[in-house]
C-alpha cells in the first residue's frame, strides 16, 4: 500500500480553479507527448478535435463542468493557450501582470478588454503566442481561464475579471515606473511635463 492509497477519497468534485492548475500540471510536465502538444497548440477552439484534447478533457475535466458544446469550446481555447505557452505557461503573475511586464500596449488591452464571445475566445491565441514571444511569460492560469469560463455566460463575474486584469496591469505599470531610474518618462516614451 502506497502513501497515495492511505488517503481517503476524495468527498467533493474539484474546483474549476483546481482542474485548470491540474491541467497546467500536465501540459508542463516533461513527458507529456510533443505531438499532443502540437496537436493542441493547432487546435480550433471554435470546432475542436483531435484525440489529445478530447482525452485531456475526458481525463481532467468533470462532466458538469464541460457539459454543452460551447463549454468544450472553452476548454478547448484555454488548453490551446496553455499549450502555445508551455512548458513555462503557468505562474505567478496575475495575466495583467505579466502582460505589463512584457510591454503589452495599452492599445492591445483596451482590443483585449473590450472583445466579448468568438472575438474574445480568438484573442487568447494571440495573447499566448505575444506572452510566449516576450521570453515565455507565465501567468496565473486560474484567473485567465475564469475569464475564459466566465465570458458570455456570466457577465458580472467576466466583468470584474476584467477589471481585475486592467487594475493589476496598470498596478504593475505604476509600480515599474516608480523604480525605474528615471520615472518622469511613461511606458508610451511621453515625458511628463
Not at 63 to 71: E, I, K, M, N, S
Not at 147 to 164: F, K, P, V
Amino acid at each position: 500500500m502506497t502513501q497515495l492509497d492511505a488517503l481517503p477519497p476524495a468527498t467533493s468534485a474539484p474546483s474549476r480553479r483546481d482542474v485548470i492548475r491540474r491541467l497546467a500540471h500536465v501540459l508542463a510536465n516533461a513527458h507529456f507527448p510533443r505531438g499532443d502538444l502540437a496537436a493542441l497548440r493547432r487546435l480550433d477552439p471554435l470546432l475542436p478535435t483531435g484525440t489529445a484534447y478530447w482525452r485531456l478533457l475526458h481525463e481532467h475535466v468533470p462532466d458538469a463542468y464541460r457539459r454543452g458544446a460551447d463549454l468544450e469550446r472553452r476548454w478547448a481555447t484555454i488548453l490551446q493557450g496553455m499549450a502555445i505557452m508551455a512548458p513555462h505557461h503557468h505562474g505567478p503573475d496575475s495575466p495583467g501582470q505579466a502582460l505589463a511586464r512584457v510591454g503589452y500596449s495599452e492599445q492591445r488591452l483596451a482590443r483585449l478588454l473590450n472583445s466579448r464571445g468568438e472575438a474574445f475566445r480568438l484573442a487568447v491565441p494571440r495573447l499566448c503566442r505575444y506572452l510566449t514571444s516576450r521570453g515565455g511569460q507565465a501567468v496565473d492560469w486560474t484567473r485567465l481561464g475564469a475569464l475564459i469560463l466566465a465570458e458570455g455566460r456570466d457577465r458580472e463575474r467576466a466583468e470584474q475579471l476584467r477589471l481585475d486584469l486592467a487594475r493589476d496591469y496598470f498596478a504593475a505599470i505604476d509600480r515599474a515606473q516608480a523604480t525605474a531610474p528615471d520615472s518622469t518618462v511613461t511606458d508610451r516614451g511621453e515625458a511628463y511635463p
